[in-house]
């Protein structure tokens, strides 16, 4: 019983994602479907660029404030209070910036995104799509993945700067350590390979957020709820499923990487 | 009453534009459309009449491909377009105007119009633009152009849904429920405007509706569907004097209200 269970939990979850591929891969063939590219890569680069911008300086600016305030707490236990600005800033680039801009970014863009696309199914504007011989996929889907590939790893860079800066504002203004020593500490312990893993991880968010949230509004008809509810559930499965892939995928690439 | 003149007669011809043979359609346990069989002749206006529920709106979606059907066949121009890579036959050559209209609501007026002659891709950009400003200034609507589908009125949106379904020159056009939710004067605009558009550009125009009325007015041919069977196929004049108690009650509804009220 428990083993059929677990079964089908597992042939389901493997279909879901052949589905999921298959979309996101229909969505990129026909991106050129019903012309005018540009304009909805424009159009669609300041819905999840440019609107997320304040959240996430936002967020990075106080999450640097906490992570320069309790590294300074917890390292000037140790003696090792020089190493602030390695902590923040390797906790920034390596985990924080991309894990929490991606979470963000899902928590605004996505939801927008899965509403947006569940009213557009549930007012028929999919089906018109497709009557005029234009794939509703690669239409409205296509762009939003391409802006996914570059928005969120500026956004994420953005937010490895600006939380560094909020390091510095707490540990150093705030709590009068050394600043030329706080810069130097961060020049010193970022390599290469850590700007690497930060846009790698930023940028497999990215396509994750953007597609499972336009999965799930794209196809908010078969939630099984009707009219606005199937709207509701399509935007709580998005930001919910985005944000547990994206936990799980960081666990995966860290590990790969480490 | 609306004051248009009949819809043009149907061209006789030995091959219907559309026929619909033993169409049967199901969800789950439901059977909504049953051996459903019916032919579309080429020009004028055919009404598809019924009661709500009985698979009006499920027929329409089946005959575009929106739904599949369970089983059953249909012939556009005497080609199975149920069949896997010729529903694109159908699909070229028509148009579907939606219920609520299904207008693009993050693009403008003229952005709708020009969307269908984008995947189309005939015209070139410039020509598009003219031939979609042209069909909207005699819609009425060129002062709109720039404008987003909230911020029309309704009769606005709705003349933008018929205009952006035109706009590519359909052989068939689709109208669903066209009037469905509007008061008597602007139900009475629709129908006149679908049927003066239907003469002008020569059209085939199938019309899923309620209003009996105006669809006798209109129609060259009338399909009533009942529980998902089709009780009667023929001109609108044989409707409007065949005996069949379901039919007068739904032509004489305001004398059965009347008497249920004595």
Do not use: G, I, K, S
């Given at each position: 019983m428990v083993v059929s269970a677990l079964g089908k939990i597992a042939t389901d979850s493997v279909a879901a994602l052949g589905r999921l591929t298959c979309f996101c891969l229909r969505a990129f063939a026909n991106i050129a479907s019903g012309g005018t590219l540009p304009s909805r890569i424009v159009r669609n680069t300041y819905e999840i660029g440019v609107r997320c911008l304040p959240v996430i300086c936002i967020v990075a600016v106080f999450t640097g404030l906490v992570l320069g305030l309790q590294g300074h707490y917890v390292l000037s236990r140790f003696g090792a209070s020089g190493m602030l600005g390695t902590l923040v800033s390797l906790s920034l680039c390596r985990e924080l910036a991309p894990v929490l801009a991606a979470i963000m970014m899902a928590g605004q863009a996505g939801t927008a995104l899965a509403a947006e696309l569940g009213i557009q199914r549930s007012t028929e504007q999919i089906d018109a799509f497709e009557l005029m011989g234009i794939s509703a996929e690669g239409y409205l889907v296509g762009p939003r993945l391409v802006v996914a590939c570059f928005v969120f790893p500026v956004l994420t860079a953005l937010f490895v700067l600006v939380g560094v800066s909020g390091g510095w504002l707490s540990g150093c203004v705030l709590l009068h350590q050394d600043a030329n020593g706080y810069w130097a500490a961060i020049h010193e312990a970022i390599k290469p390979s850590d700007i690497f893993e930060c846009l790698l991880k930023a940028l497999v968010f990215g396509i994750l957020t953007i597609a499972l949230c336009s999965f799930q509004g794209f196809h908010s008809h078969l939630s099984g709820e009707a009219g606005a509810r199937s709207v509701s559930v399509a935007t709580v499965r998005g930001v919910v499923f985005s944000s547990i892939a994206i936990l799980a995928a960081d666990y995966l690439i860290t590990a790969f990487l480490l | 009453m609306i004051e248009v003149p009949l819809a043009n007669p149907p061209t006789e011809t030995v091959t219907p534009l559309l026929e619909v043979r033993l169409l049967r359609k199901g969800f789950g346990s439901k059977q909504v459309l049953r051996d459903v069989n019916f032919t579309v002749p080429r020009g004028g206006i055919v009404s598809i009449l019924g009661r709500s529920g009985t698979g009006k709106s499920v027929l329409l979606r089946c005959i575009v491909g929106l739904h599949d059907a369970d089983s059953g066949d249909i012939f556009f121009h005497g080609i199975n377009v149920s069949e896997p890579g010729q529903r694109i036959q159908l699909r070229n050559a028509s148009s579907y105007v939606f219920q609520h209209n299904a207008l693009f609501d993050s693009a403008t007026v003229l952005e709708n119009m020009l969307l269908p002659l984008q995947a189309q891709g005939i015209l070139p950009a410039e020509q598009q633009r003219d031939k979609a400003m042209e069909l909207l200034r005699r819609m009425e609507l060129e002062d709109a152009s720039?404008?987003?589908?909230?911020?029309?009125s309704g009769g606005m949106q709705k003349r933008l849904a018929v205009a952006r379904a035109l706009v590519t020159d359909p052989k068939v056009v689709f109208f669903d429920e066209p009037t469905a939710g509007l008061d008597p004067i602007r139900r009475n605009a629709v129908f006149e405007m679908i049927a003066r558009l239907q003469k002008e550009r020569g059209f085939t125009a199938v019309v899923v509706t309620h209003d009996v009325q105006e669809a006798i007015i209109v129609s060259s041919k009338i399909v009533w569907l009942d529980e998902g069977y089709v009780l009667f196929t023929g001109s609108a004049q044989e409707f409007a004097s065949h005996p069949e108690p379901k039919f007068s009650q739904f032509r004489d509804n305001l004398e059965a209200l009347r008497q249920s009220l004595r």
């Open positions: - | 720039n404008r987003f589908p909230a911020e029309l």
